[in-house]
């Protein structure tokens, strides 16, 4: 009897959905044309006390953010905003949803190389002041009139958040950066540190999960071939092309599969309990002992098909699509075929941890294959998974083959010294981590100067201080107090802010 695994674990978040609107952005910040694209963003006034009040900027990433998204964090909206009488607004990075430079044509080779960073910080920028503008703020730092502009992010966005104050501290005074990868993208983490927390924090919410894990992945590997592995997981037929007869690249994929599923339920385990999705996986796991590969056959066919679409945004909503005739679907778990029109497409993407499906999924891959570089690989003795090497070689194959580039792992930490922000001078910074979270070894979490501030979130996963949920009662002391301490933080900073600007 196969194990089920209940989709009632997946959270459906809230958020706020919101009309969304459009600001005219250019295609390149960096060039001589004139194009322009109409970039889609939120906002919501309705606690801003017009000029000389701040702005907070919810820093989108990769992910598309659809009306019935809107703005993702209701601490930012009903908490801050209503505490600082602060307007929040928040773009659609350039890229995903409806924000393409280029229309239907942005995914062409060439088209693809402005999908940067570096452009999505000009974006930013160039938004926050367009707004500025339209609120009547004074652009002058210390006037009646002038609105301090704070950025939030968590994960990617969190990064984003960190780079906004660095890069752009004409534009923003102040960064709120929760979960960012920042040490992923300086190079200084480990290829087994990610899926190693991952498996700390399995254990943590179900002893024996980690051994019941590695029991079934093993038992996975011993299947002789590719017909046992379709028949044992119930994968549907015919199977992608790529893998189709080629026995090591059928199970790298599948356990792939396997890995970014637990990672996703691993950034979505909070409030930790016995109710969350990583619960209840390691529960089905350990008691499949006598049948471990029901465990991950069931994991294929509930929580990986319930968060397909689930990026660092921490958005998870259940999707029905690719799962047909009771099978699961291992080409609807690759990136969409009209991203880079017909180079060579793998489950495996620039980012081990999951690039997610469609466009979107399509767009993170390239971004992890050029600038955002991770080192995100398992050794099956300090994880719970099949042992699999990630390399630059891999990666530097993988970028020709998908998107005809090369990937250039330390090319921003070298232009823009992220990588000693004390050093170099960056201020007013506070960083978040939830310390269950995978992500959170590559974060920041030692106080770096006076004003590079650090708040661990002991029971935290990714970016919980944030969350897609109401603040209530069910958060956990943890997260309450970190919500509080960063408040407080943001509070004194925005005092300063009414003064002379210090950089």
């Known amino acids: 009897m196969k194990s089920v695994l209940s989709l009632a674990a997946i959270a459906v978040v809230s958020a706020i959905p919101a009309d969304p609107f459009n600001h005219t952005q250019l295609v390149d910040h960096f060039g001589t044309s004139t194009a322009t694209f109409e970039q889609r963003y939120y906002q919501n006034t309705t606690w801003f006390n017009g000029p000389g009040s701040p702005i907070l900027c919810i820093m989108g990433g990769e992910g598309e953010i659809a009306p019935s998204t809107g703005i993702f964090y209701p601490f930012v909206t009903d908490v801050l905003a209503k505490r600082f009488s602060a307007a929040v607004i928040e773009p659609e990075h350039r890229y995903y949803g409806t924000s393409l430079p280029f229309g239907a044509d942005s995914f062409t080779d060439e088209n693809l190389r402005l999908a940067t960073p ?121 199977l992608p092309a790529y893998m189709d007869g080629d026995l090591q690249t059928l199970k790298d994929e599948v356990s792939m599969v396997a890995m970014y599923t637990f990672a ?13 999705g990583l619960s209840q996986a390691c529960t089905a796991f350990v008691a499949a002992a006598d049948d471990p590969l029901s465990a991950l056959s069931g994991l294929l066919n509930g ?79 300090t ?81 919980s201080d944030l969350s897609h949920d109401e603040p209530s009662d069910a958060d956990t002391a943890d997260v309450q107090e970190a919500r509080e301490r960063v408040g407080n933080i943001l509070a004194g900073w925005l005092e300063e802010a009414k003064g002379p600007r210090r950089n």
Not at 160 to 180: E, H, N, Q, T, W
Not at 264 to 276: A, V
Not at 341 to 366: F, L, P
């Open 264 to 276: 996703g339920l691993n950034m979505g385990n909070y409030p930790p309990s016995p109710d969350t």
């Open 383 to 463: 994880d719970m998974f099949l042992p699999r090497n990630w390399t630059m070689e891999w990666l530097t194959a993988h970028s020709a083959a998908r998107f005809g580039t090369e990937p250039q792992p330390r090319a921003l930490a070298d232009l823009w010294g992220f990588d000693k922000l004390a050093e170099i001078g960056a201020t007013k910074i506070v960083f978040t981590n939830g310390l269950n979270d995978g992500w959170s070894v590559g974060g920041v979490k030692d106080d770096l100067s006076d004003t590079l501030l650090a708040v661990n979130i002991g029971d935290g996963a990714h970016h």
């Open 303 to 381: 929580y990986a098909e319930a968060s397909l679409p689930a990026r660092r945004h921490g958005i998870r909503t259940p999707v029905k699509a690719k799962v047909k005739d009771g099978c699961f679907s291992m080409q609807a778990q690759m990136p969409d075929y009209n991203v880079a029109g017909t180079h060579d497409q793998s489950i495996t993407c620039g980012d081990w941890s999951g690039c997610g499906v469609g466009a979107d999924g399509g767009i993170w891959d390239y971004q992890t294959s050029t600038f955002l570089v991770e080192h995100i690989g398992t050794n099956g003795e």
């Open 118 to 238: 570096q452009q999505a910080l000009a974006d930013a920028a160039a938004f926050i002041t367009a707004k500025r503008n339209e609120f009547g703020c004074d652009p002058i730092p210390g006037s009646d009139g002038y609105c301090p502009v704070v950025t939030i992010g968590g994960s990617y966005p969190g990064w984003l958040s960190a780079m906004m104050r660095l890069r752009y501290p004409g534009v923003v005074d102040i960064a709120y950066s929760a979960s960012a990868p920042m040490y992923f993208y300086t190079q200084e983490v480990g290829e087994y540190e990610y899926y190693e927390l991952v498996t700390q924090s399995a254990e943590n919410a179900v002893p024996g999960c980690a051994a019941a894990v590695r029991a079934s992945m093993a038992a996975f590997d011993a299947l002789p071939d590719q017909d046992s592995i379709v028949a044992a997981l119930d994968l549907c037929e015919p």
